[in-house]
């Protein structure tokens, strides 16, 4: 069974970097045709995809969030990673990590969520 | 941009009852592109329905999808207590490479 788990601080100060690790159990993740992606959704609202990595290195991102957003992925610790920079409140919500199935294009596995607010 | 608008915004019904939930897309979507998933409080998203019209792995039957072009469809033929939740549709391959709608809510009438 595929597990994802986010992890990182929950709080950040504005005009600093958010930085959240997704750690992958159950598979590698090199295997298959899968991008690996974050997702975010603050509260009450509705779902934001922020972009997403293979393990080739390619990666996408959603043209609202480019200018901010950097991602990476390290094979050997069978992890991947997001940054955003220059956060403001807006900034705030739940963020997901989620496997992406290239074929369909679903999220067929996701993290719990975690939270991260930007506050000072 | 392709915009998915989902109705209605809340829909109220009883167990039992057949629930209908609507998906439009501004522009045309590939059918193996679309899908479904239910995210009830406190939780992440599930997957219910890729390809359109294809349950996930462990999916009850009462949940179906169905749809081409910009009108895709979500259908629970018999409400069950758990199904009460929020629904999104989502769609891969425009720009951005994915977009999700606004959601509908599933609520007990």
């Known amino acids: 069974q595929v597990q994802l788990q986010e992890s990182g601080p929950g709080l950040v100060e504005p005009s600093q970097t958010l930085s959240l690790t997704c750690t992958v159990s159950?598979?590698?993740?090199?295997?298959?045709?899968?991008?690996w992606s974050w997702i975010r959704q603050p509260a009450g609202k509705g779902l934001e995809w922020i972009g997403r990595?293979?393990?080739?290195?390619?990666?996408n991102y959603n043209p609202s969030l480019k200018s901010r957003v950097t991602m990476s992925v390290d094979t050997s610790k069978n992890h991947f990673s997001l940054k955003v920079n220059s956060v403001t409140a807006a900034d705030t919500a739940m963020y997901f990590c989620?496997?992406?199935?290239?074929?369909?294009?679903?999220?067929?596995?996701w993290g719990q969520g975690t939270l991260v607010t930007v506050s000072s | 941009e392709i915009v998915l608008t989902q109705s209605p915004g809340t829909l109220s019904l009883s167990p039992g009852e057949r629930a209908t939930l609507s998906c439009r897309a501004s522009?045309?979507?590939?059918?193996?592109?679309l899908a479904w998933y239910q995210q009830k409080p406190g939780q992440a998203p599930r997957l219910l329905i890729y390809?359109?019209?294809s349950r996930a792995t462990g999916i009850p039957d009462r949940f179906s999808g169905s749809g081409s072009g910009t009108d895709f469809t979500l259908t629970i033929s018999r409400l069950e207590p758990e199904d009460f939740a929020m629904y999104y549709c989502?769609?891969?391959?425009?720009?951005?490479?994915?977009?999700f709608g606004g959601g509908t809510k599933v609520e007990i009438k």
């Open positions: 989620a496997r992406q199935y290239d074929i369909y294009g679903d999220f067929d596995y």
């Open positions: 159950g598979d590698s993740i090199n295997s298959g045709r899968y991008f």
């Open positions: 990595i293979q393990t080739s290195g390619s990666s």
């Open positions: 522009q045309s979507v590939s059918s193996s592109y």
């Open positions: 390809g359109a019209s």
């Open positions: 989502q769609q891969y391959g425009g720009s951005p490479r994915v977009t």
